[in-house]
């Protein structure tokens, strides 16, 4: 009787430490897929966890005492397929753990992340934007009226000289000019050949006289009138766009502030509702739908770039992908493939480490399948 009641605690006590298991490893599983109900994984991971016992007990410990006749054949099958069902329980048990309890400092801190940028950003007013403007367009006009200059007084060599290669090297130069400065505004027009065309205009080169010279030069200056114009209006819509995206940071900043002095934060410091659970619900909800996903491209390049430093003093690293997160993007910290990656790439930032929960992990491991060992 005394060895039924100890048989029966021992499966008992198995059937918790493995159920417990189960639980991390389903809620690692649910929330890497993305998957809608923890308890449809569970039932999958918990007989997992079960025919590891049985590979680890039946197989493996079976064979190890088996002195008469052992299989070295069903001890390998059960080493391997032990290791393959409680590797893929372990991972995801450590990951679970890492949310579990580093879940609020990460969605704190790319919380804070995203404030500090907004932040900068706003203080940039929109008068500071239009002085912006004017001094574009104020640099525009000297550099354009500095290249016509030049240009008319080559064009008095050319009447006796003939319209040559230095005229043209300085429409060329121009043009290069507009093609370097695109970047900046955004500005997607092809700028070559549009004020000297290498084919078109090449009948010229030479030609010579006061008449002539002076058309030539009223022919390029119309076009090179013709493309500042072209450029003021893009400088024109770039800054319009720029004072239109710090009216849209006032909705963001609103999600912002809700979540670090309303209701978010402060309730997921809650020890009921400190759950990793509620910690993918607000990054999924509130971090990526009403905050990150309402950035443009180029904004959001920039918070990335933000999450990042180089492990050396190059910045050129960080673009090798020799770098550490300086803070951990939520949205990988819910993927235990991101997380595991991350750790052996040296990526996770200094203050996240794994190793206490790698601990944790085996430990139950280890309770469970001695407990099965006994059964």
């Not at 500095?146 to 000289?161: K, L, N, T, V, Y």
């Not at 500005?187 to 030479?206: A, H, L, M, R, V």
Request: charged share 25%; proline share 2%; glycine share 6%.
């Amino acid at each position: 009787m005394k060895q039924v009641i100890t048989k029966i605690a021992l499966i008992v006590a198995y059937l918790l430490f493995a159920a417990y298991s189960s639980y991390m490893t389903a809620e690692s599983i649910k929330m890497s897929f993305n998957a809608n109900n923890v308890w449809y994984v569970f039932p999958f991971v918990f007989i997992v966890a079960i025919i590891a016992g049985f590979f680890l007990k039946d197989l493996v410990i079976k064979e190890i005492q088996n002195t008469i006749n052992p299989s070295k054949s069903k001890l390998i099958l059960g080493l391997l397929g032990f290791l393959l069902f409680w590797g893929a329980s372990f991972t995801t048990n450590v990951h679970y753990m890492l949310m579990q309890n580093e879940g609020l400092q990460v969605v704190s801190a790319e919380l804070g992340n995203y404030k500090n940028f907004v932040d900068n950003q706003t203080n940039n007013t929109k008068n500071d934007i239009k002085e912006q403007e004017e001094d574009d367009m104020s640099i525009l006009e000297s550099t354009i009226q500095g290249f016509i200059g030049r240009f008319q007084r080559e064009c008095e060599h050319s009447i006796r000289d003939g319209f040559g290669p230095l005229a043209k090297g300085i429409l060329k130069e121009i043009e290069s000019y507009f093609t370097t400065s695109s970047a900046k505004y955004n500005d997607t027009y092809e700028y070559k050949n549009t004020i000297f065309d290498d084919e078109k205009d090449s009948g010229d080169i030479g030609k010579r006289g006061a008449t002539i010279v002076a058309g030539l030069e009223n022919k390029y200056i119309n076009r090179i009138v013709e493309k500042a114009v072209y450029r003021q209006s893009i400088i024109k819509s770039y800054y319009k766009r720029k004072i239109q995206s710090k009216k849209s940071y006032a909705l963001i900043q609103e999600f912002i502030n809700d979540s670090v002095y309303g209701v978010d934060i402060p309730q997921l410091k809650e020890k009921e509702l400190a759950t990793a659970e509620n910690y993918y619900k607000f990054q999924k909800d509130q971090l990526r739908t009403n905050i990150y996903d309402r950035f443009d491209s180029e904004e959001k390049a920039k918070i990335d770039l933000t999450t990042k430093e180089s492990k050396t003093k190059d910045i050129k690293d960080i673009e090798l992908g020799k770098f550490r997160y300086k803070v951990y993007p939520s949205e990988r910290m819910f993927s235990t493939f991101n997380v595991w990656s991350d750790m052996l790439q040296g990526r996770l930032p200094v203050n996240m480490k794994l190793f206490g929960w790698i601990i944790f992990s085996l430990i139950i491991d280890i309770v469970a399948f001695v407990l099965r060992s006994f059964i």
